[in-house]
């Protein structure tokens, strides 16, 4: 997928602008505070409905104006156009309008322009909360298949409804007879869920070690899932993945009744990302968990692009800091073979075929 241009009216600190990248390497140069990550942030709403790091759509909005207006072309590689165009006025909800038809639904959006993000921010996907890493996983799988998307926002209403019936119980002590349904249903989607997790970070595993050489590394990546729902391993059939969730709902009946939530599921399950078999978060340098986030990128956005067969538009925010020489002419060779990929970063360099642009001249 390629970005051939994006206009970009009153968001954050821009005013009216236009950026048309090249369909190789990009690098977007210039000082601080100059609004290089506004631009990948405007792209990326283009792509999947929001802002990075999860900004607010008012928080985008520029400090004097009323309303923002986006508007980006994609092709594809086989040259078939999308033109979407996100609207937000102040104290409305946005409007994403995708080649001239008005989306019902944001999620809408996803897998139609498919993105990948690397930011510092991105850091905490490594060291930071079970949260991050599972928000990560389900945005690269609803990415990568419509099927996930669905059942993952199947499971969170179903999740819902649970969750205040369990509440409800504790008022009146009266369990509905649905409450055993809404579990049965939670348990089969959440089997779906997992097994598609479990093969997902199974194949990314796979492309992270090659990419680990590839940038010059000696160290072994490897990647391990934490269910929350008892014994639950990859070969596992999804039926059996289900028996398991249930088996572990029994067990914990009682918990749950006190506590009023649904205590285990894919929404609770957690990723430990190791480093020569050593727990990353707990025991990686700094420079070893930023190492394993841009291999992890890498690896994404080469993986979306086999499943679905067109490779992803790459945002790297910010990418060059802390990274010694040849680390980052390595990352730039493997950039070089693999689509579209935009680079914010704060001095000019020379790259190769690279288009390198400094702010200025698009402001
Ligand atoms: N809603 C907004 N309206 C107007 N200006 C904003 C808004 N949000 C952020 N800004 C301004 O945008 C600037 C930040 O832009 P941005 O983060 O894109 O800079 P940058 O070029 O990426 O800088 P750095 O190199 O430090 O990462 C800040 O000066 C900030 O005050
Ligand atoms: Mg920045």
């Known amino acids: 997928m390629y970005l051939e241009e994006t206009h970009i009216v009153n968001f954050r600190k821009h005013h009216d602008l236009t950026y048309v990248p090249s369909q190789g390497v990009n690098l977007v140069y210039g000082p601080n505070g100059s609004g290089k990550t506004n631009i990948l942030e405007a792209i990326h709403y283009c792509s999947l409905a929001k802002g990075m790091n999860r900004s607010l759509d008012k928080e985008c909005l520029k400090f004097d104006a009323d309303y923002f207006l986006l508007k980006s072309r994609f092709t594809d590689k086989s040259g078939r156009e999308t033109a979407v165009k996100v609207t937000y ?178 929404h609770r399950d957690d990723m430990i990302f190791t480093v020569n078999g050593i727990d990353a978060r707990k025991y990686a340098s700094q420079g070893q968990i930023r190492t394993f986030l841009i291999a992890l990128k890498l690896a994404l956005q080469r993986m979306i692009g086999e499943i679905i067969e067109e490779s992803p538009v790459f945002l790297l925010d910010d990418l060059f800091s802390e990274l010694d020489e040849n680390r980052i002419d390595r990352i730039l060779h493997i950039l070089e073979g693999s689509g579209q990929s935009i680079i914010t970063t704060t001095e000019k360099r020379a790259f190769g075929a690279a288009e390198c642009i400094n702010i200025e001249e698009i402001v």
């Not at 009266?174 to 997902?200: C, M, N, P, V, Y």
């Not at 729902?229 to 990859?234: A, D, Q």
Request: net charge neutral.
């Open 89 to 266: 006025e102040k104290s409305r909800e946005k409007k994403i309008v995708v080649n001239n038809e008005e989306l019902k639904k944001f999620s809408g959006i996803i897998g139609k322009i498919p993105c990948v993000t690397f930011t510092p921010y991105d850091l905490g996907i490594v060291n930071g909360s079970p949260q991050e890493r599972r928000r990560f996983i389900d945005t690269a799988l609803s990415q990568s298949y419509r099927t996930y998307l669905d059942n993952i926002l199947q499971y969170r209403r179903v999740l819902q409804q649970r969750n205040a019936l369990l509440a409800h119980y504790a008022e009146d002590r009266q369990i509905t007879t649905s409450f055993d349904i809404w579990t049965e249903k939670l348990a089969h989607l959440g089997a779906s869920i997992i097994q598609e997790r479990l093969s997902f970070i199974d194949r990314l595993e796979n492309v992270v070690k090659p990419l680990y050489t590839e940038l010059g590394l000696e160290e072994i990546p490897g990647f391990r899932y934490h269910p929350s729902s008892g014994r639950i391993t990859g070969g596992m059939s999804k039926e059996d993945i289900e028996a398991s969730i249930l088996n572990r709902f029994d067990d914990i009946a009682a918990q749950e009744i006190v506590r009023q939530q649904t205590l285990i599921g894919p």
